[in-house]
Each structure stands twice: as structure tokens, then as C-alpha cells.
């Protein structure tokens, strides 16, 4: 770990200097972010930090802190220590990072333009809350050039950034398996939810975003968090999908399984759907864009459809006609990283130039062509959705649908599939089966 971090902020100290040469800039000011308080109340809300700052050193619950890089000089830090007796005040931090760090301690906020250099009009605020770049007269304010080329460049990773998703997506698998046995226990959305949160140690406000845990017909709401804390009547039991991650040193993993309570026909179905998930897996290589991957999905989710009986047609038919889309609305997957839906997957090179999703595949993420470095999520998904398929009935194509095998099945919800992959040279690897998950 320690050698791949010191040359994680090696490659970031090559890249600033090469983009504040492009950009005529004399350095970078980041900011990790700061408090913001719910209105007409005294606590704040759940603090999020820059992934500009955790990007460069795994402080993520540390606001009002700054990075000054210029990508010669040794980074600084400006590492705020409050006296203060209403919350805990942050440790001199001894961690693995810190030898890589010039580290200044700031009490007070006054203290700041002197631990800055004086002349900042020709520096560059990354950060959200930008009334400090005017308060400290920084020259520009988020600019997008600056951003644009952060953003791609993002998206190649570091053996230390890998190391870290590695653990992640471990970390994230000892709670898929603690959920798993508390559905078949019978415990409520919640409390499986709980028992998740346990197994990985980490809170609702560290995870990095909202675990979806559902049951049953909910498995259709595709971004489903309003847990039921009522348990589970076994009798109606059926089906259970949880898309639960994890985060180590600011690094996100992304992992999604479903569950039938019984040996059905919904639970053939998984298991089909998991094949084709992992066929997909396997055809990731260096050079085949994103998209093609995206579509090949739709044509196996097809064949799902056709074998298991709820359409009658082609699959060119299927796929053209959008109605693979009914049951598979989004896209196959995004970038991960430093955010679960991590930046750039649109961005077709450095400069930030745009190449949108296909009209046919709106809910896309990813657009890039696959490159050696890069981190995807694979999360087919095929499910039984009231709104959509009543526009399916509206369709031509409705008189190729056997709407009884389908309300029949709307019970289940749905079925999401979803590994963290990263991609090498020769080879794509799976973090998510390698970590034990079947």
C-alpha cells in the first residue's frame, strides 16, 4: 500500500504540473468542503467530502481543510484543528499519507490567507463552496478546463486507487452475505439493511450512498430506499434485491444480488440472468466501446425473454423495437471510483469533448471506449415494471407479450445483477467474484 500510494501522488504531481503549464496556472487550491447546517436548526448534515481533496489523501471526514498543489513542490496541507469543547477536534493525523505532506495546523479561519501564498490571482478554487475563492482572491473558480482534464484523467486508476476499490468490494461482500442470510431469516427491509451496515463496521453516512434493500414488488423501484421496518411475512415472501456498497479510504464499491425466498421459476430465472451477466464480464477488452457492450446486453436479455416465456418474437424485433428496454431501462453500468457514479463517462478526451448516449439507450453512463485502467460496474437488470409495461400495452408490440406469465411475475419486482470490474491489458478482473460472491 504504501509504495503504490507514493506513486499514486507522484502520477498526480505529473499530471497538475502538466495541466497548469497547459492552463498558464501557478497552482491548484483544493478544498475539502465545508459543513452545511439545516435550515433554522444548529447540526449540520451528513458531511460529504470533495473527491478532488480525497482524491490526493483518504481525509473524508475532515471539512474546511485545503490542498495547495502546484505539481513541483511538495503538496501542503492546511489541516484544520478547531478549539473546540462542543466536538471531538481531529487527531495530528501519523497516518501511511502523511510523509507525502507539507502539513500546517489552523485553528482559526483568519489564520488562512497566511498559510496561502500571497499572490493567489493566478491560482485555480476546486471545491464547492467557491465564496472562499473570493473571500482569499482566488483567480478562477472551478474552471472547466481545469475540471474537464481532472475528470478524465480520473478515470485511469492507480495500483494504490485499486488497491483501495479491492478492499472495498471485499469489504462490501461480507455485507451482501450477512444481508442474504437475514432475508432468508425472514428480517424486515431494515433490518437486513442493519445487519449489512454491521458486517462491513460502517454507518449510513459512510457508505457511499444510499443501500437500496427491497422486497418483492419493490425490487421494480430501481432506486428503492424507503425500508419497511415491519418484518416479513414468510408466507408472501418472494423475492429480495439489496445494491449495497462500501468505501475504504474514499474509494467506492457498487455490488448488487437477487434472491428468490423459493426454488421458482423467478430463481431460474437469476441464475440465467447471472450467466449472461457473466458472459458479458468476459467479453470487456481493451479497444470495444462501451457502448457495444451496452446493446449485446440488451440482445441477451432478449434471448431471457423469449426463453422464459414472456415474448414471442425476434430479437432484432425485441431489441429495435424497444422492448427489451421495458424490462431493462437502464444502462449497463458506469465508471467507479472516488464517486459510485464516477465522472467521465462521457468525456472522449482530455479536453472534455462530449459524446452524449444514443437516443435509443438515453439512461446510458458510459460512452467511452475500454481502456486499461479504467473501473466499470456490470449490473444487468431485467424486471417487471407497472409504468413501463403499461406503455409496452399501448405498443404493436403488445400482441407479442403474454401479459399472464408477466402479471405473475410482477410479484418479484425485479432482477438486478451487479460485479465491480477492473480492466487490464489481456484480461478484465472481476473484484467482486474474486472477493467470494457467487
Known amino acids: 500500500m504504501q509504495e ?155 495500483l494504490y486507487e485499486l488497491d483501495c476499490m479491492r478492499q472495498a468490494t471485499t469489504l462490501a461482500v461480507s455485507g451482501h452475505e450477512a444481508a442474504r442470510d437475514a432475508f432468508y431469516e425472514g428480517h424486515s427491509e431494515f433490518a437486513i439493511n442493519q445487519c449489512y451496515l454491521s458486517a462491513i463496521g460502517q454507518s449510513d453516512n459512510q457508505i457511499p450512498y444510499s443501500n437500496i434493500v427491497a422486497s418483492n414488488e419493490s425490487a421494480a423501484i430501481l432506486h428503492y430506499t424507503d425500508l419497511q421496518n415491519k418484518p416479513n411475512n414468510t408466507d408472501r415472501m418472494k423475492s429480495f434485491l439489496i445494491d449495497a456498497g462500501a468505501e475504504v479510504n474514499g474509494y467506492a464499491a457498487d455490488i448488487t444480488r437477487t434472491y428468490s425466498y423459493r426454488e421458482d421459476e423467478f430463481a431460474e430465472l437469476i441464475v440465467a440472468l447471472n450467466e449472461q451477466q457473466l458472459q458479458s464480464c468476459k467479453q470487456i477488452k481493451v479497444g470495444l466501446p462501451y457502448l457495444d457492450l451496452h446493446i449485446d446486453m440488451h440482445f441477451r436479455i432478449a434471448i431471457l425473454l423469449k426463453e422464459f416465456g414472456f415474448i414471442d418474437m425476434s430479437l432484432d424485433q ?80 403488445a400482441n407479442s407479450v403474454f401479459w399472464e406469465k408477466i402479471d405473475v411475475f410482477k410479484a418479484y419486482g425485479g432482477i438486478r445483477i451487479e460485479d465491480n470490474i477492473i480492466v487490464h491489458q489481456g484480461h478484465a478482473e472481476n473484484m467482486t467474484r474474486d472477493a467470494g460472491l457467487a
Open 318 to 397: 425485441a431489441v429495435e423495437s424497444g422492448v427489451t428496454a421495458t424490462f431493462y431501462p437502464h444502462g449497463l453500468g458506469h465508471f467507479l471510483g472516488l464517486q459510485v457514479h464516477d465522472m467521465a463517462g462521457f468525456m472522449q478526451d482530455e479536453k472534455g469533448t462530449h459524446l452524449a448516449a444514443p437516443d435509443t439507450h438515453p439512461y446510458l453512463r458510459c460512452t467511452r471506449m475500454i481502456e486499461r485502467g479504467q473501473v466499470f460496474t456490470i449490473e444487468p437488470g431485467l424486471y417487471f415494471i407497472p409504468s413501463l409495461l403499461a406503455k409496452l400495452k399501448k405498443k404493436p408490440e
Open 4 to 158: 503504490n500510494y507514493n506513486n499514486h501522488i507522484a502520477v498526480l504531481q505529473e499530471r497538475t504540473a502538466t495541466l497548469l503549464q497547459h492552463q498558464a496556472l501557478d497552482a491548484l487550491i483544493i478544498h475539502s468542503g465545508q459543513l452545511r447546517m439545516t435550515f433554522l436548526d444548529d447540526h449540520a448534515y451528513p458531511f460529504k467530502v470533495n473527491p478532488h481533496f480525497k482524491h490526493w489523501l483518504p481525509l473524508v471526514n475532515h471539512p474546511n481543510c485545503f490542498l495547495l498543489v502546484n505539481g513541483l513542490d511538495k503538496p501542503k496541507l492546511i489541516f484544520h484543528r478547531p478549539e473546540d469543547f462542543w466536538h471531538k477536534v481531529p487527531d495530528e493525523p501519523t497516518d501511511f499519507w502523511v510523509d507525502n505532506f507539507d502539513i500546517v495546523y489552523m485553528q482559526t479561519f483568519d489564520q488562512l490567507p497566511y498559510l496561502l501564498p500571497a499572490d493567489r490571482g493566478n491560482m485555480a478554487f476546486i471545491g464547492e463552496n467557491i465564496e472562499w475563492a473570493d473571500t482569499l482572491s482566488i483567480g478562477q473558480h472551478n474552471p472547466q478546463p481545469v475540471l474537464d482534464y481532472l475528470h478524465y484523467h480520473r478515470s485511469f486508476k492507480t
